[in-house]
């Protein structure tokens, strides 16, 4: 089966670093992907890693361990609007697109 | 641009009744999710498909059925809703699961409940 792992919440201050980390089981791995859902809305794209490293886009970095199966998302200068929740998920070669339980990041002023 | 379009966005069903939410994306993908979402959960995969014609069991698929006729529509059947129904649905496609296509796209959902 497939199985992800990731904190349910975690809290920074505005202008910090927060590390949202995610651990994974699955068979036949493709990517680890990231996605952002504020209160309401749908979860909308963020990264996605399939090879081993980081990948940075503007303040928002994911990296990917494959041999650990262990990835991470990395959110810098924290604004108020960052206040949302974020999931890992997990592609297999079968189509088949898994999500963790999601991460509730709270930004304070 | 429309994307990835769901009806109805509400809606209140009757124990045992039956309904079907659907999915259309304008996007030539071949991949198409339905999940559902529990207040305060992760989202769970209930169907998905590869490609027109083919149909897979995600994580909870008990209580509902899905059928792809075109490339476009992706139609979720609810049969004698129950209470645990009560949920957000989710309608998501993408060109492919690898680097060829691995961003999906949302619907808006679709909140269901069933009284």
């Known amino acids: 089966g497939q199985s992800l792992e990731q904190p349910s919440e975690v809290t920074a201050v505005e202008g910090a670093i927060v590390q949202i980390n995610c651990t994974y089981q699955?068979?036949?791995?493709?990517?680890l992907s990231w996605y952002q859902q504020h209160d309401g809305g749908a979860p909308t794209f963020l990264s996605y890693n399939a090879l081993d490293g980081l990948e940075e886009t503007g303040r928002f970095s994911s990296f990917l361990s494959r041999s650990d199966s262990y990835g991470y998302l990395l959110l810098q200068e924290l604004q108020m609007k960052d206040s949302a929740s974020y999931f890992c998920?997990?592609?297999?070669?079968?189509?088949?697109?898994?999500f963790g339980q999601g991460t509730e990041l709270s930004v304070k002023p | 641009n429309a994307g990835v379009t769901q009806t109805p966005k509400f809606r209140i069903l009757k124990i045992g009744q039956s309904m079907t939410l659907q999915c259309a994306q304008d996007?030539?993908?071949?991949?198409m999710y339905w999940y559902r979402q529990d207040p305060g959960m992760g989202l769970k995969l209930i169907y998905y498909?590869?490609?027109?014609?083919?149909?897979d069991k995600g994580e909870v698929p008990n209580g509902y059925n899905v059928s792809r006729s075109t490339t476009e529509d992706f139609p979720l059947r609810l049969e004698l809703a129950a209470p645990s129904q009560t949920s957000v649905y989710f309608c998501?496609?993408?060109?492919?699961?690898?680097?060829?296509?691995?961003?999906?796209?949302f619907g808006e959902g679709s909140w269901l409940t069933v009284v």
């Open positions: 998920a997990v592609f297999n070669q079968g189509g088949k697109l898994i």
């Open positions: 998501a496609s993408s060109k492919g699961a690898g680097a060829s296509g691995n961003t999906i796209y």
């Open positions: 498909s590869v490609g027109a014609g083919i149909t």
């Open positions: 996007m030539n993908h071949n991949y």
């Open positions: 699955t068979s036949g791995f493709y990517g």
